[in-house]
């Protein structure tokens, strides 16, 4: 038997690290890094971003940058959008997917400039995007860099996130549009303002050097003060975004299921005129769905009190007609809810006598449509 132990992995830290720790938040590990998973009570920060405002650290996020003269041809090719049609300064949600129509992962690419774009993935998947971007780069006149190291990324989430950054910046943002990006300047600082987000409401998602984002952080901060912006951990960035009904990956996305499955076949557009990995398995797919529809990512709303987790089995009559993909209790609906897939004929919205079987209990839920959650505009 060998001697010397593994060392196991040092997770990464952004360069936010000190400051979570200085504000008494509880760290965890995600996808390699560590990341505040809250500073107090999950429930109020939550709370905050619904009626206030919150600040999260996202840095964790990887940014891969792709330029060059065939920079959108490459893009249109790896990813299942039309990536071609993007405007300089706009953004669009897509996924990347493999050859059988399984997804890679959902990412959000940004336009910069006429050759110069930035994809945006899932800390989780963020080296498996790199790595199959750079692989099918082959054969075309464009760069595919690692920009993680680059950015450190935060993002101003709720109703009063423009009031606060508007005191901060001269840049437009009454004329920025949902997914588009300008360059500006916030509070001095240089930064790549988005007006994206996984929560539902109304935000910005600010990309700077990691050398600027403690002082962007307390200028944020301090513009937030009167307008009850507090800081927010993952935790209750995923009960805003399963109220608001947004996937997760390795949830309601993994290699499995392809985006028909998923209920997101939207997103990929055969009718661009290049060629894409996935083409034909999706094109059968999509066949497919049409003709025998798969099972339907629905909403579950709890008449009691217990709360459904990833994996619990959807049950209608005592058979199995289904799986929880994300459960947790909502602040908002103040009643435990849930994300699933489950069989077409018991996914409309009121259909009775569904359940799911919590340890051994079949707890009766509400099938309703998604999401839970819809923002005033």
């Known amino acids: 038997m060998s001697s010397t132990a593994s ?8 360069a936010l690290d000190a400051l979570h720790r200085s504000l008494g938040a509880t760290m965890t590990d995600f996808a390699g890094w560590d990341m505040p998973l809250r500073y107090g009570s999950e429930r109020d920060e939550h709370v905050a971003v619904r009626t206030r405002a919150g600040l999260f650290d996202l840095s964790h ?3 891969i940058t792709v330029t060059g003269p065939d ?11 039309n990536i071609g049609s993007v405007g300089v300064g ?3 949600y897509t996924m990347i997917c493999q050859a059988d129509g399984g997804i890679l992962d959902d990412l959000i690419v940004y336009r910069l400039g006429e050759t110069d774009y930035m994809v945006v993935a899932n800390a989780s998947n963020a080296q498996t995007v790199l790595d199959a971007l750079t692989e099918r780069a082959a054969g075309f006149d464009a760069e595919v860099r690692d920009d993680r190291d680059a950015y450190a990324l935060l993002a101003v989430q709720g109703p009063q996130s423009p009031g606060i950054l508007a005191s901060l910046t001269d840049a437009d943002l009454a004329g920025l549009k949902y997914y588009a990006g300008l360059p500006g300047t916030v509070a001095g600082v240089p930064a790549l303002i988005a007006r994206t ?13 990691p050398e600027h984002a403690v002082e962007l952080w307390q200028a944020l901060t301090k513009a937030g003060e009167s307008a009850g912006l507090v ?3 993952l935790s209750c960035r995923d009960t805003l975004r399963l109220e608001a009904g947004m996937p997760l990956y390795g949830h309601e996305l993994t290699t499995s299921l392809t985006p028909f499955d998923a ?6 557009k055969f009718e661009k005129d290049d060629d894409f990995v996935g083409r034909a398995a999706l094109t059968e797919a999509a066949a497919k769905a049409e003709q025998t529809p798969p099972r339907v990512l629905v909403g579950l709303v709890a008449e009691g009190r217990r709360v459904p987790r990833a994996g619990f ?18 602040p908002t609906l103040g009643k435990p809810i849930a994300m699933a897939y489950v069989d077409a004929e018991h996914a409309a919205p009121g259909t009775t006598g569904v359940g799911v079987d919590i340890r051994g209990t079949h707890e009766p839920y509400e099938v309703v449509a998604l999401p839970f959650y819809k923002r005033q505009k």
């Open 7 to 14: 060392t196991p992995t040092e997770p990464r830290r952004t």
């Open 61 to 63: 996020m990887g940014e």
């Open 71 to 81: 920079a959108a041809a490459l893009l249109n090719f790896a990813l299942v959008g």
């Open 90 to 92: 706009r953004a669009r």
């Open 197 to 209: 987000g996984y929560t539902g409401e109304d935000g910005f998602e600010l990309f700077v050097k």
């Open 231 to 233: 800081p927010c951990g």
């Open 263 to 268: 209920g997101l076949g939207r997103v990929v």
């Open 313 to 330: 089995s959807v049950v209608a009559g005592g058979e199995v007609v289904g799986e929880v993909t994300s459960g947790a209790p909502s």
